[in-house]
C-alpha cells in the first residue's frame, strides 16, 4: 500500500494532523494499535490516543503545555495555533464555556499563592468532560473518514526503514509505503519511538523527567480555587534541595485511575461530566534533571516506575500523607480507617518511600506543606498519595520547520516527540507538520 503521508498514531497529534491533511490531495493513512473510538477497549491506544480517556482540560495559553522556543514558534503564532485548535475542539462539539478568565479572580488567587510562597500559573481553560470528549473525538474520526483518510486500527506500527526518498512502514502482515511519515505516538509509544529513531539516525536527546504522586484529598479543600480555575496551575520551590514541585492535572471530584504499560504501572486522573466522587486529585511532580554520568532520563524513570510497581505487587501504591509523615507503611486497615477513601480501584495500601528515590520524598512531603497554606487541610492527615506518577516526555528530538527531523521527510509530533505535555499542544505540533507536509508537497 502505497501513500503520501503515513501518520503513527491517533491521538491528538495524529487526529489534528489527518484534519490539516484530508482535502489536501495528500493520500493519507492513519496507523493505529488501538481501535476505533466507539470500539475502544484501552484507556490509552485508539483513536483519540490517551486524551480520549482523559476529562478534555484544554490548556490555552502558550506557557502550559509545551516549549514554544523548541518548535521554533513564536508565542504570537502559537497563539494563533492554539486559537485554531480550539475552534476545532469546538466546530466538532466541544462545549463552550472557559474557566481562567476572571481577573480579578485570578489576581487575588496569585496574591494568595505568592503570600503562600506558591507560584501560580494563569491561564484560560476549557473542560470539555470525559464523556462529552469521546464524542467529539468520535465526529473527528467519522468526518475523517468520510473525506478518505485511510484508518489502519488494532495493528502496531513495528519497524520504519528509509531507502530511496522512501519509508516502508511495517504494520503486522502489511508493509505500508510513504513519502512522508510522521510519527505520534505519545506516552505509551515514546520508548518504541526510541528505537525507530535511533535505527534511522535521528536519535534523542534527553530532557527533565517529572516524578511523584497523584494526591487525593476532600473536594471541598480545592472549591474555592476550582471557582477561579479548573485546573490550576501550582509551583513550589522545596526548602532542602530547592527542587521544583508542581500541581499538574487537577480533577475536582475526578478519579485516580491505573496506566498499564507493560513492565510497569502508572496513576493518573480524570473527572467524568455526570458521576462524581467526593476526591478532588492532582499530580505532584517533582522536576528531575540529571547530568553526568546518566543523561538518559527516561531509563531513569523506567527503574523507578519498575521498583514503585515490585513494591506494590504489580498495583499502584496507595499511602496515606499521615503514614508517610510518620515513617511506617498504610496498611489495608489505616485506609479503611482514613477520612478520604481513594477512588483507586485496584491498589497496593503501602510505603512511598520503599518506591521513589529520598530525594522525590522529601521533596512531596515539603511541598505538600507549603501548598497546605494556599490549600489549607491538603497536609491533614486524611490526604492520600497514589504512586508513582510519572511523565515521559522527557525524549526530545530535535526538530526545525513543522517538527521535521534531521532526516527529510520524517517528522514527530505529540507527547513523545518530547514537544508537548497535554492535548493542545499535542494538536499544535500535529497541525505545524501536517502544514510542513502539504506546503513542500506543493513546491
Ligand atoms: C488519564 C489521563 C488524563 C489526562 N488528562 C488530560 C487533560 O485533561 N488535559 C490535557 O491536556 N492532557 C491530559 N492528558 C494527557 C493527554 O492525554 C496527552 O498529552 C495527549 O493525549 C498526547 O497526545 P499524543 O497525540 O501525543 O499521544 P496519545 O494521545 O497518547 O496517542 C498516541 C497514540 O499512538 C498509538 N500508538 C503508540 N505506539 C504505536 C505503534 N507502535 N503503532 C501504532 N500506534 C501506536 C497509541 O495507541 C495511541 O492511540 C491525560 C492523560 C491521561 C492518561
Not at 3 to 30: H, I, N, P, R
Not at 393 to 416: K, N, S
Amino acid at each position: 500500500m502505497r501513500y503520501d503521508v503515513a501518520v503513527v498514531g491517533a491521538g491528538s497529534a495524529g487526529l489534528f494532523a489527518a484534519l490539516e491533511l484530508a482535502g489536501s490531495g495528500l493520500s493519507t493513512v492513519l496507523v493505529d494499535k488501538g481501535l476505533a473510538p466507539r470500539a475502544r477497549t484501552s484507556n490509552t491506544c485508539g483513536v483519540g490516543g490517551a486524551g480520549a480517556y482523559s476529562d478534555g482540560k484544554l490548556n490555552l495559553t502558550p506557557r502550559i503545555g509545551g516549549d514554544p522556543e523548541a518548535i521554533g514558534c513564536s508565542v504570537g503564532e502559537l497563539d494563533e495555533l492554539i486559537t485554531h485548535v480550539d475552534e476545532v475542539f469546538t466546530r466538532y462539539g466541544a462545549p463552550a464555556q472557559y474557566s481562567g478568565e476572571d481577573p480579578e479572580a485570578l489576581g487575588e488567587l496569585r496574591q494568595s499563592a505568592a503570600q503562600a510562597g506558591v507560584e501560580f500559573i494563569a491561564g484560560r481553560q476549557r473542560h470539555i468532560g470525559t464523556g462529552r470528549i469521546r464524542e467529539v473525538i468520535d465526529a473527528i474520526y467519522r468526518d475523517l473518514v468520510e473525506r478518505g483518510v485511510r484508518f489502519e486500527l488494532g495493528v502496531a506500527a513495528e519497524t520504519i526503514h528509509h531507502a530511496k526518498d522512501q519509508f516502508t512502514i511495517s504494520v503486522g502482515q502489511k508493509a505500508i509505503v510513504a513519502d512522508s511519515v510522521l510519527v505520534a505516538p505519545g506516552r505509551v509509544g515514546a520508548y518504541w519511538l526510541r528505537e525507530v529513531a535511533r535505527a534511522l539516525g535521528v536519535g534523542p536527546s534527553f530532557g527533565p523527567l517529572d516524578v511523584g504522586v497523584r494526591a487525593e484529598f476532600p473536594a471541598e479543600l480545592y472549591d474555592p480555587i476550582e471557582r477561579v480555575m479548573y485546573d490550576a496551575k501550582l509551583r513550589v520551590r522545596t526548602p532542602t534541595y530547592d527542587d521544583m514541585v508542581r500541581t499538574f492535572c487537577t480533577n475536582p471530584r475526578g478519579f485516580v485511575v491505573q496506566e498499564d504499560h507493560g513492565e510497569f504501572v502508572l496513576v493518573n486522573g480524570h473527572a467524568e461530566n455526570d458521576l462524581k466522587s467526593g476526591n478532588t486529585n492532582f499530580a505532584l511532580l517533582v522536576h528531575i534533571e540529571l547530568t553526568d554520568p546518566v543523561e538518559d532520563t527516561t531509563e531513569y524513570g523506567r527503574a523507578i516506575a519498575k521498583l514503585s510497581t515490585t513494591i506494590g505487587g504489580g498495583k499502584p501504591i496507595v499511602q496515606r500523607m499521615k503514614d508517610l509523615t510518620q515513617g511506617r507503611r498504610s496498611t489495608a486497615d489505616r485506609i479503611r480507617r482514613a477520612s478520604v477513601h481513594p477512588t483507586l480501584e485496584s491498589f497496593t495500601p503501602g510505603d512511598l518511600s520503599m518506591a521513589l528515590p529520598h530525594r522525590v520524598v522529601v521533596d512531596l512531603v515539603e511541598a505538600v506543606d507549603v501548598l497546605d497554606r494556599l490549600i489549607p487541610g491538603l497536609s491533614s492527615e486524611g490526604t492520600l498519595l497514589c504512586a508513582p506518577e510519572i511523565k515521559f516526555y522527557d525524549t526530545r528530538y530535535a526538530v526545525g520547520l513543522g517538527m521535521e527531523t534531521a532526516l527529510p521527510g520524517f517528522y514527530v509530533a505529540g507527547d513523545a516527540s518530547g514537544h508537548s505535555r497535554g492535548i493542545v499542544f499535542a494538536a499544535v505540533t500535529g497541525v505545524l507538520a501536517a502544514r510542513r507536509i502539504r506546503e513542500k508537497a506543493a513546491r
